[in-house]
């Protein structure tokens, strides 16, 4: 029989889970970026292998929300962690444990599901040695079933991590069919590969700022046709997001689209308007129409 379950991805804001998520299943189904606060949904990725089936569900980095956006993204924690068989909690290895990480680790805890502590960044370190105080720290907290240090990005010790979790999960078919990968819909990846190129190339505040919507999207079997719009809070953000002439956004946009091509395997032709929208971040109705949930009609 093989063994099969859902697996949360835990931890403080800006830790590397997206980029663990997208490493553990081969394929970019989360969008990443330097900046604490990218990923603001409930986010499954699939694995199918001989040995089973692994549903990792990514998170909202956990922190304290200010906003209405926040407190969504703090809801997204807990909608991610129902019903999991298992959780890993990461902290930055080249940074050492702070308020953030225990904040994090009080909400893995209450799970009461087994609990895997992943160090990741370990590329950062000069000499693995430097782990050892952090492990002391780490053991302190709690009694984890695993302490494996990682770098999702040079992909360090992933097959340690898969071999912990298939350890840990019980024997069950699959969840889903063999081939499906995520639950997102694919307008909502493309609105998610649209805002990544707008946080990874713009600065401050701006990036918090912006939510991304398509409005219209055609498509056949070669090409794909994507109207979105980018909402931001003020007018300045929309200044700064258009650039003199509309020459940042059109270079924003073409960048965008090579993402969507590489995603999609299509040739993509995308327009993005640029929106304000006074405070969206607290507006509650906004806000939950972003949920890509309702795209599906589940929301
Ligand atoms: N050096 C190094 N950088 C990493 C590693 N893993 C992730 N990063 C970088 O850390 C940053 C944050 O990565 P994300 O995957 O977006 O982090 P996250 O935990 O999903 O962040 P939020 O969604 O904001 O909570 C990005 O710039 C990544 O490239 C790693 O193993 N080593
Ligand atoms: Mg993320």
Redesign the pocket.
């Known amino acids: 029989m093989t063994k099969a379950g859902f697996v949360t991805i835990l ?10 998520l997208n490493a553990l299943v081969g394929s970019k189904v ?1 969008i ?8 603001r949904d409930a986010i499954q990725g699939v694995l199918s292998e001989a040995r089973g089936q692994i549903v990792f569900v ?1 998170s ?2 956990i922190h304290e929300p200010s906003k209405q956006l926040g407190k969504r993204m703090m809801r997204e924690v807990s909608r991610a962690t129902q019903g999991c068989h298992a959780a890993l909690l ?1 902290v930055d290895a080249s940074m050492g444990i702070n308020p953030s990480d225990e904040r994090a680790l009080d909400v893995a805890k209450r799970l009461g599901a087994p609990l895997l502590l992943l160090a ?5 370190l000069d000499r693995m040695q430097e782990l050892l105080p952090f492990l002391d720290r780490c053991r302190q907290l709690h009694d984890f079933e695993e302490f494996i240090p ?5 992909r360090i010790n992933l097959d340690q991590v898969l071999t912990a979790l298939f350890k840990t999960l019980p024997e069950s078919p699959q969840f889903y069919p063999e081939g499906y990968l995520t639950d997102q819909p694919q307008k909502f990846l493309a609105a998610e590969l649209i805002r990544e190129r707008i946080l990874r190339e713009t600065h401050d505040e701006l990036p918090h700022a912006v939510a991304v919507q398509i409005e219209r999207w055609e498509e056949t079997p070669r090409k794909l046709l994507i109207f979105a719009t980018a909402v931001v809070e003020r007018q300045g953000q929309k200044a700064i997001l258009l650039g003199k002439n509309g020459e940042k956004m059109k270079e924003l946009a073409s960048r965008a689209r090579q993402s969507l091509e590489a995603s999609f395997d299509r040739s993509v032709r995308l327009e993005v308007f640029v929106k304000v929208r006074k405070n969206w971040r607290n507006n509650d109705g906004f806000v939950q129409d972003l949920d890509f949930r309702r795209i599906l009609g589940q929301g």
């Open positions: 931890g403080k804001p800006n830790v590397g889970k997206s980029t663990l989360s990443t970026s330097r900046r604490a606060q990218t990923t990514d909202p980095g990461m990741n960044k370990v590329d950062k990682i770098s999702a990005t040079k």
